[in-house]
């Protein structure tokens, strides 16, 4: 376009507005510019945040939760950090959605989760990092793309202490013991590359053998769940049936050393008795083998129901007793 055609463009312009209308349109955008930029000067941080505020591209100062001024058009801009958020990356899965029912999907994550054990056996292992950003400025500035470099320290760490496991630790009782191990050496690590991460929790989510040997897997543990069952029930009858047999012994025991002891303590006594009496015996002899008579007589003749006295010196008083039984003599008589 030639210098005189754009003239008259400006001109035709101007026509078609009287005159004074171009100084309202100019004041009108001198007062939007103006509220744009009073406008950019403001912003506010959320309680959970931490701003961080930079200078053409330098870092000048940190602004805690609230309402701020910075310098405007660009000159300052800031970048919120959430401190105080929990925040989590998953390894060989991830969240599709969130809820009662929350829904998974591990579609590109494979490779993430599939490992080689101590023993030279592949697993598949599932976690969650939990963690919080502590620091700020290290994590914004001292790594670069620090959530890509984090999740590859993590992986490696989870990859050296599982490599140190054997498949049975991994996937049953070495899970705790695997996942606080990752907690202390991932730790270690964001605080050597100056992450400004707190590692909170590391959570083995899901651990299986690959699903090409799962059914051989899952035959193992049936058989070694059986052993268990029958090596625990064996156990049960041998506490049930040898306590008792020992007891029964020990009764056995105790009851013929009681019998023992009463019968060596009655044979004593008797025999301490009979000495006793032989020696009072031997003082005199009549007057202990009458006493003896008598206490004899004293306990046989309240059993004899028929007693008869007579003089040791009579003669012929047999003929004279009725010897026969009471009832044989009712029946004679006929009454």
């Not at 105080?84 to 959605?97: A, N």
């Amino acid at each position: 376009m030639a210098e005189g055609d754009f003239g008259e463009v400006i001109n035709a312009f101007r026509s078609r507005f009287p005159r004074g209308v171009g100084g309202s349109i100019r004041g009108i955008i001198i007062l939007v510019v103006l509220a744009l930029i009073a406008f950019s000067m403001f912003y506010t941080i959320d309680p959970e945040e931490v701003g961080i505020v930079l200078r053409l591209g330098k870092y000048v100062r940190s602004t805690d939760p609230g309402l701020h001024m910075k310098l405007p058009v660009g000159i300052e801009q800031v970048t919120k950090v959430p401190v105080q958020r929990q925040l989590k990356e998953e390894f060989g899965f991830q969240t599709v959605s969130a809820g009662v029912r929350s829904q998974y999907s591990e579609s590109g994550r494979e490779a993430e989760s599939n490992m080689l054990t101590g023993d030279l056996n592949a697993a598949v292992v599932e976690w969650v990092v939990q963690y919080r950003i502590v620091e700020p400025y290290q994590y914004l500035f001292r790594v670069r793309n620090v959530r890509s470099t984090f999740r590859d320290m993590t992986e490696a760490v989870v990859r050296r202490v599982v490599g140190d496991r054997t498949v049975n630790e991994v996937l049953t009782v070495g899970r705790q013991e695997i996942a606080g191990l990752v907690e202390e050496q991932l730790q270690e690590l964001c605080n050597q590359y100056e992450t400004g991460i707190k590692v909170e929790q590391v959570v083995l989510q899901d651990v299986n053998p690959p699903d090409q040997v799962k059914p051989s897997f899952n035959e193992v543990n049936e058989a070694q769940q059986e052993r268990e069952k029958l090596i625990n029930e064996a156990q049960s009858d041998y506490n049930r049936v040898i306590p008792r047999a020992r007891g029964e012994a020990q009764q056995t025991i105790n009851e013929a050393e009681g019998y023992a002891l009463n019968r060596v303590n009655t044979a004593r006594g008797d025999s301490a008795r009979f000495v006793v009496v032989f020696d009072e015996y031997r003082k005199a002899p009549e007057v202990t083998k009458k006493r003896i008579y008598l206490e004899t007589m004293r306990q046989i003749l309240p059993q004899v129901s028929k007693k008869i006295v007579i003089d040791e010196e009579l003669k012929g008083i047999i003929p004279l007793l009725n010897l026969e039984p009471a009832d044989t003599r009712k029946g004679g008589d006929g009454k």
